[in-house]
């Protein structure tokens, strides 16, 4: 399932508020609201719902949106997709290209050992 960098930005909003209504997300999101950025949002909205990325809360007039997933695991689910499209599912390719062609710090080498020795066990 592909994710748009704009509904990406919505559940941005809600991985660090844990929820909101649709106002508060037209607030955070555009700081000069116009009737369009609230239709804009509530689009929005509706298809993250029809991914199952959030649940509404209806018990009250105005309804509150909740993530149903962490960025954590929209990341790997993402990431899978990807290497799955990309290189038959090997990880290898994406990982050579992190290690090459990006400064992976010291803590981060370590926290990679961490997971694949964890993997091993």
């Known amino acids: 399932m592909h994710v748009t960098d704009a509904e990406l930005a919505i559940l941005e909003v809600l991985w660090v508020q844990g929820e909101a209504t649709k106002a508060e997300l037209v607030a955070e999101l555009y700081p000069k609201t116009r009737d369009s950025d609230r239709a804009t949002v509530q689009k929005l909205l509706e298809r993250l719902e029809a991914k199952n990325l959030v649940t509404r809360d209806r018990s009250d007039r105005r309804h509150r949106f909740s993530p149903t997933v962490s960025q954590t695991e929209l ?5 899978e997709q990807l290497t799955s ?37």
């Open 75 to 79: 990341a790997g689910r993402q990431l």
């Open 85 to 121: 499209r990309l290189s038959n599912g090997s990880l290898s390719p994406l990982l050579n290209h992190l290690v090459e062609n990006r400064k992976i710090s010291a803590k981060e080498r370590r926290e990679l050992r961490r997971i694949l020795d964890d993997s091993d066990a």
